[in-house]
C-alpha cells in the first residue's frame, strides 16, 4: 500500500509499472518518496515561516498545507515530465529548467528552517538591533525636545543668577555696615553713627529688592519647571509610544536580515542539503539508464504517436476523394437541360415574391 502510494507520487504510469520487474518498481516508488517527503519538508518550512508573519496557528498550518500541496504538485510533474532518450546531453538540456525550478524551491523551503534551527542566534542578533534602535529612537526624539529644554534650563539659570548677583550686592553691603559699626573700615570710628546708618539703610534696602526678586524669580522658575517636566513628560509619551514598534521588529524579513549576519558557511550546508534532496529524483532519472519502464512508455507513446499520424492521413484521403467524387458528380449534371429549368422556374417564383412584397411595402408607406 505504501508503495503504491509513493509510486503515485513519482507520477509514474502505475499500468506500465504493473508489469515491471520490482526493482524497477521500487525505483519509482523511492522517487515518489523522496517527492512526498520533500512536500512535507515544505510544508513545514512554510507554517513556520508563515506564523511569524500571521502569529496565528491555524492560519499557519492552513496555509502551510497549501503550499505542501503545491510544492508536491510540482515537483511531482517536474520528474514526470523528463523522459529519457538514451543521450545525456539531450535529456540533461530538456531537465535545466527543472533543475532551475528545483534550485528556486529548495531556497525557499531551506530559508524558513534555517529561521528554526539558528533561532536563538536570531534573537540575539535581534535583541542588539533593538537595543541600538532603541538608543537612535530615543536620540531622534529628544532632538525635539532638547532645543526647548535648554531654553528653559538658560532661562531658570538667568533668573538664579540675578538672585545670586543681588544676594552678593547684599553680603557686600551688610559686611560693609558691619565693619563700619565695628571701626575696621569706612570712618574707622567704633560704633553705630551717621555713616553707619546710611549703609545700613542701603543695605536694608537692597535686602528688600532682593527678597522681592527672589520671590519673583522663584515663581518664574516654578513656572519653568512645570514647562520643563510637560516637556520631559512628552518625550517619555513619544518614546513609550514608538518602543512597541521597535519591541514587534522581528517579523520574517528582519529574521532573514538577522540570520545573514551570521556565519555563512552553515546556512550554506543547509541549503545544499535540501537543494540535494529536491534535485535527486531528477539526477536519479538523468544518471540512470534507460530501464524497462522507460522503454515500454516509448512503446506506448509511439503506437499512440502511428495511430495519430495513420487516421490524420486517412482522414486527409478521405476528404480529398470526397472532393474529387463531388467535383466529377457537379460537372456531369453541369449541363443537363431538367436541372435548369427547375431552378430557372424557382429562381422566377422567388423574384416574383420579392417584387410582390416590395410592392406592398411602398404602398404601406405611402
Known amino acids: 500500500m505504501l508503495k503504491q502510494f509513493f509510486i503515485i507520487c513519482s507520477g509514474a504510469d ?11 518498481q521500487n525505483k519509482y516508488a523511492g522517487i515518489g518518496a523522496t517527492v512526498f517527503f520533500t512536500a512535507v519538508m515544505a510544508f513545514i518550512a512554510a507554517s513556520y515561516a508563515l506564523y511569524t508573519v500571521f502569529d496565528n496557528l491555524y492560519s499557519s498550518v ?7 500541496f503545491l510544492i508536491f504538485n510540482l515537483d511531482r510533474f517536474i520528474v514526470s515530465t523528463i523522459k529519457k532518450t538514451g543521450n545525456f546531453m539531450d535529456e540533461f538540456i530538456q531537465a535545466t529548467p ?5 534550485v528556486i524551491i529548495a531556497v525557499v523551503i531551506s530559508k524558513p528552517l534555517e529561521l528554526k534551527i539558528f533561532e536563538k542566534e536570531i534573537n540575539q542578533v535581534l535583541l542588539k538591533q533593538k537595543n ?9 526624539i529628544a532632538k525635539q525636545f532638547t532645543p526647548n529644554i535648554k531654553g528653559i534650563d538658560n532661562n531658570i539659570k538667568s533668573l538664579q543668577q540675578q538672585i545670586a548677583t543681588k544676594e552678593a550686592e547684599v553680603n557686600e553691603l551688610y559686611n560693609t555696615y558691619i565693619a563700619e559699626a565695628e571701626g575696621t573700615a569706612g570712618t574707622k570710628r567704633l560704633g553705630k553713627g551717621p555713616v553707619y546708618q546710611e549703609k545700613r539703610e ?5 535686602l528688600a529688592e532682593l ?3 527672589k520671590t519673583d524669580n522663584i515663581l518664574k522658575i516654578d513656572a519653568f519647571e512645570v514647562q520643563k517636566a510637560d516637556l520631559k513628560n512628552n518625550y517619555d509619551t513619544e518614546v513609550q509610544k514608538t518602543q512597541p514598534i521597535i519591541n514587534n521588529f522581528d517579523g520574517l524579513m528582519a529574521r532573514v536580515n538577522a540570520l545573514g549576519e551570521l556565519p555563512w558557511i552553515p546556512s550554506l550546508f543547509i541549503f545544499l542539503l535540501f537543494l540535494a534532496v529536491e534535485t535527486s529524483p531528477i539526477f536519479a532519472k538523468l544518471l540512470s539508464p534507460k ?6 512508455l516509448e512503446d506506448e507513446e509511439a503506437a499512440i504517436k502511428s495511430n495519430v499520424l495513420q487516421n490524420k492521413n486517412q482522414r486527409e484521403a478521405m476528404l480529398k476523394t470526397d472532393f474529387a467524387i463531388n467535383d466529377r458528380i457537379y460537372k456531369d449534371i453541369e449541363n443537363e437541360d431538367e436541372l435548369y429549368n427547375y431552378k430557372r422556374k424557382t429562381a422566377r417564383e422567388l423574384m416574383q415574391l420579392q417584387a410582390d412584397a416590395f410592392f406592398k411595402q411602398q404602398k404601406n408607406v405611402l
Open 98 to 102: 527543472r533543475i532551475i525550478l528545483a
Open 291 to 296: 530501464s524497462a519502464y522507460d522503454f515500454k
Open 62 to 68: 492552513f496555509f502551510g498545507l497549501i503550499w505542501g
Open 211 to 213: 527678597q522681592q526678586l
Open 202 to 206: 542701603k543695605h536694608d534696602a537692597l
Open 14 to 24: 502505475t499500468d506500465i509499472l504493473e508489469s515491471c520487474s520490482k526493482g524497477e
Open 132 to 140: 541600538d534602535l532603541t538608543l537612535a529612537n530615543k536620540n531622534q
